[in-house]
C-alpha cells in the first residue's frame, strides 16, 4: 500500500510534546526529563543516549514499527517534522511540524507508526537526548533493528 501524497497540517494523535520541567537556581538548573510514576507501563525506557547532530543536517526521515522514542531537545536549533502512517489512526495523513532547542526545549514522544525527522537549523553541533522503550537491535544486538528508513528514497512523500 502506498502513503499519502500530500499530508494535511495537524496535531498527530499519540505524539506528545511538553516543555522540560526545569528547576532553576543560583547553581544553575535542573530539568526532569522522564518519571517512573508519570509514565504508563508501555512507555518505559530501556536504554538512552545522547546524539551530536552538525548544522544542517537532518536525521530521518524513518519510523519504527514497535519502538516509543522519547527525545530531548534541548540543545540547538531544531526542525521537527513527523507525518502520521498508522492506517488505523485517527489522525492518519496529517503532518506535524514544531521548532525546539535552546529557546523551546521540550520532550516529543513518537509513537510506532509515525515517521519522523528532524534537522539542525543552528549554526552549530546540537544535542539530542533519546529514551527509547526498546534496545537498539534487540537484546546483546542480536536482532534486526526496528527501523524503515525513508531518507534514502527520493520519491518517498516524506521530505524535510
Same mark, same amino acid.
Given at each position: 500500500m502506498s502513503?499519502? #501524497?500530500s499530508w494535511t497540517d495537524g496535531t498527530i494523535d499519540g505524539v506528545s510534546v511538553d516543555p522540560f520541567k526545569v528547576? =532553576?537556581?543560583d547553581r544553575g538548573w535542573l530539568a526532569e526529563l522522564f518519571r517512573q510514576?508519570?509514565? =504508563?507501563?508501555n512507555d518505559f525506557p530501556t536504554m538512552g543516549y545522547l546524539s551530536s547532530t552538525r548544522p !544542517?543536517?537532518?536525521? !530521518?526521515p524513518h519510523e519504527h514499527r514497535d519502538q516509543t522514542d522519547r527525545f530531548a531537545f534541548f540543545h540547538g536549533i531544531y526542525k521537527i517534522i513527523m507525518w502520521d502512517a498508522r492506517r488505523d489512526s485517527p #489522525? @492518519?495523513?496529517?503532518?506535524?511540524?514544531l521548532h525546539a532547542g535552546d529557546d523551546n526545549a521540550v520532550i516529543v514522544v513518537i509513537p510506532p507508526g509515525v515517521v519522523h525527522a528532524y534537522r539542525n537549523l543552528g549554526a552549530t553541533d546540537? @544535542?539530542?537526548l533519546n529514551f527509547p522503550d526498546?534496545? @537498539?537491535a534487540g537484546h546483546g544486538k542480536t536482532e534486526l533493528v526496528d527501523e524503515i528508513r525513508h531518507e534514502d528514497n527520493p520519491d518517498s512523500s516524506?521530505?524535510?
Open positions: 502513503m499519502p #501524497t528547576f =532553576s537556581d510514576d508519570e509514565l =504508563s507501563a !544542517g543536517v537532518a536525521r !530521518g #489522525t @492518519y495523513g496529517v503532518r506535524q511540524e546540537a @544535542y539530542v526498546r534496545l @537498539y516524506f521530505q524535510i
